[in-house]
């Protein structure tokens, strides 16, 4: 089977992002990356159909050479190869999946799978675009799955206040929603073995977005917390603030 997982290299959550100088940009100056959280469930839920069916998982990744690091983290989590897709120019969503599309349209892809979304810019649009484009079913947000010998996919998907449970067959594109299965830690022999596994750059075609970024701002600094007074005297004041100020109630 030809299983490719896309991957997304995206800021730590835990790192403070700054906007660049233009305004547009994410400041990338000190700034960790890491494999895109939803992406680990996806790189696990290409690990898995591998297992069960036998194939190849392959990893694509478009961006800078640095995205080649996170590629690496998906090798080391038990994947086969990578295709980087190699791009220092600024692409929204419809870029992305159509640089994808291009690296993928002659591998006769049985599986592609992506996360339910990419933490820097959350999108949410991968899935659908790709399934557009590439021409085969996409199944979104899924938290179970199970695939027949016969390629047929029973997809379990969340929805408001329940679940529904959805049918396709192979090939088709699927995100991985939290929950979907746990994903393996790289072992160390996982790590050694990533860095001598092979990694394809692509160049893609040229793009003009159909999307452009005007500006990026950071949310407003929160105002510090007003104590109005103590105890049950304090109530009468509290309400009408949270009434005429806050608008809460
Ligand atoms: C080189 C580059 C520069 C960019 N610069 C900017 C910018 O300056 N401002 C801005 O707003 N956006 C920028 N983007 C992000 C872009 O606009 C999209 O948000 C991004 O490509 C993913 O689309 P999405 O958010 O709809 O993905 P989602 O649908 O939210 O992501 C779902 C899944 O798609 C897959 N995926 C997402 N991105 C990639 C990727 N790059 N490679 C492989 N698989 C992926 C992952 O599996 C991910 O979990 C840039 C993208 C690239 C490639």
Redesign the pocket.
């Known amino acids: 089977m030809n299983i490719f ?5 995206v800021p730590d959550t835990t790192t403070k992002v700054q906007v660049g100088g233009s305004g ?3 400041d990338p100056s000190g700034v960790t990356y890491i494999l ?1 959280p ?2 680990e469930y ?1 790189v696990e839920a290409g690990l898995q159909l591998k297992e069960a069916r036998g194939g190849d998982v392959t990893l ?5 050479e640095a ?1 080649k690091e996170t590629i690496r983290k998906g090798l080391a989590m038990g994947a086969d190869k990578g295709i980087h ?1 190699v ?7 419809f ?3 159509r ?2 599309t291009d690296a993928l349209k002659d591998r006769a892809a049985d599986a592609v ?15 659908g ?2 399934g557009e484009m590439l021409g085969i079913p996409s199944i979104s947000v899924v938290t179970k799955l199970d695939i027949a010998e016969d390629g047929t996919i029973s997809a379990e998907r969340d929805i408001e206040g329940g679940s529904e449970t959805v049918t396709t067959k192979l090939p088709a594109v699927i ?2 929603q939290k929950g979907l299965n746990d994903p393996r830690y790289p072992k160390l022999q996982g790590i050694m073995a990533a860095k001598r596994k092979p990694i394809e750059d692509v160049a893609p075609a040229p793009y003009e977005n159909r ?1 452009e ?1 005007i500006e ?1 701002t950071k949310p407003a600094i929160k105002e510090a917390g007003r104590i109005v007074g103590e105890g049950p005297a304090a109530v009468k004041d509290l309400v009408r603030l949270l009434h005429e100020e806050a608008k809460v109630i």
């Not at 694509?60 to 800078?64: D, L, R, S, T």
């Not at 791009?87 to 969503?93: E, K, L, W, Y």
Request: hydrophobic residues 45%; proline residues 4%.
């Open positions: 997982v896309c991957v997304s290299h547009k940009e994410i895109n939803y992406d996806a694509v990744c478009v961006g800078p995205v897709v791009t220092d120019a600024p692409r929204d969503s870029g992305t999946a640089a994808i799978f992506v996360g339910r979304q990419s933490i820097d810019y959350d999108g949410w649009q991968m899935c675009l790709l995100s991985a999307v970024v990026m």
